[in-house]
């Protein structure tokens, strides 16, 4: 999962400024986490060692339990 999360956070805050410039849109930081952490699972497949994971996490576990399967 480490392989993709640059890429989410900086995909993520891109359309979130984009959202504030063009949008007049607001800026949560829970919300800003939870895109990083939507992107990561989408994205999650792209990783060849993570492809698996799927099979055994839920998105559920990959928000509620995110410092613990980043240190794995």
Not at 20 to 39: H, M, N, P, W
Request: net charge positive; glycine share 4%.
């Amino acid at each position: 999962m480490w392989a993709v999360l640059p890429y989410a956070v900086l995909w993520v805050i891109w359309t979130v400024r984009n959202d504030l410039c063009f949008r007049e849109g607001g800026l949560a930081d829970q919300t800003v986490v939870s895109r990083v952490k939507g992107c990561i699972w989408a994205w999650i497949n792209m990783e060849r060692n993570c492809r698996t994971l799927k099979e055994t996490l839920t998105f559920r576990d990959l928000r509620c339990r995110w410092v613990e399967l980043f240190q794995e």
